[in-house]
């Protein structure tokens, strides 16, 4: 059901217990990844790898996160450099998932974070905006926020 090179790795239990009382019939939380980190999903990498870095770089600085924590976030990215984009792009190779999960599977929250948040830290409380499968697939580069949690409905 995931498109090529897209992996789902279980969240943390924290996190995982913590959204589940947003989704109470959820019956697992997972991370959406392309290698190993969410970014592709939501911004195309740049043909640079020093500017796509050198971004990866300012976000970390303004979230305030120390250089070990963003040494391992630049890693992480690194790995998905070789993995092919989709027709489409990333985005829409996502929307298109989340449509289909919500169309076999009944609504699904979704939730884009950046990843030096830790633990709980930063998580919504409630779900934010509820959209239906349908204005994903017409928006793939609009329907997810960071820190919005969104059910989409079938």
């Keep these: 059901m995931l498109p090529p090179g897209l992996t789902a790795q279980p969240a943390d239990r924290d996190v995982h217990h913590h959204l589940r009382v947003l989704q109470p019939g959820a019956q697992t ?3 959406l990844v ?11 990498r740049h043909a640079s ?30 790995r998905g450099a070789h993995i092919p984009v989709p027709l489409g792009g990333w985005p829409r190779a996502l929307a298109e998932f989340v449509a289909e999960h919500a169309r076999n599977a009944g609504p699904t929250l ?7 948040a830790a633990g709980t830290e930063g998580l919504p409380t409630a779900v934010t905006r509820e959209s239906r499968a349908a204005l994903v697939r017409a928006r793939p580069d609009g329907w997810l926020e960071e820190g919005v949690a969104v059910r989409v409905l079938p």
Excluded: F, K, M, N
């Excluded at 790898?49 to 690194?78: F, N, S, T, V």
């Design 29 to 31: 939380v997972v991370r």
């Design 110 to 116: 979704y939730l884009l974070r950046y990843g030096t």
């Design 34 to 44: 392309v290698g190993a980190c969410s970014c592709d999903l939501v911004r195309a």
């Design 49 to 78: 790898l020093r500017e796509d870095e050198r971004h990866h770089r300012e976000r970390h600085r303004r979230a305030g996160g120390g250089r070990a924590r963003l040494l391992e976030a630049i890693d992480r990215h690194r």
